[in-house]
């Protein structure tokens, strides 16, 4: 009800700038689609290289990138090092998600 106080229209979905659904103040609520409002559940939690998207892949002993686009899985290739893949990530969010994430404090758990 906020969302139509303030623009006049009820979007589909909302999510929260910072991820703190307490946080319900207008300034912090964005609208979004499908995608983006499940983008922050994909980033894993557990992630040892320390960058977004990437992961160490033993079979190949190369770091891997790889992004979520409308609930599939996409593999960006492999990497010699975790920076190489974390570029290619990089790319692609924004070739997929636009300002999206821009617009939120995406963090790593």
């Known amino acids: 009800l906020i969302f139509l106080m303030f623009y006049g229209y009820i979007p589909k979905y909302v999510t929260y700038k910072d991820s703190d659904s307490l946080n319900t103040k207008i300034e912090n609520l964005i609208e979004v689609n499908h995608t ?51 570029k290619a990530y990089e790319e692609a969010k924004l070739k997929y998600h636009g300002t999206f994430l821009d617009k939120c404090k995406v963090t790593n758990g």
């Open 36 to 86: 983006d409002i499940n983008y922050r559940r994909l980033i894993s939690s557990n992630n040892k290289t320390g960058y977004v998207g990437v992961s160490f892949c033993n079979k190949y002993d190369k770091y891997k990138s790889a992004i979520i686009k409308n609930r599939k899985y996409v593999n960006l290739g492999y990497y010699n090092t975790p920076e190489e893949a974390s």
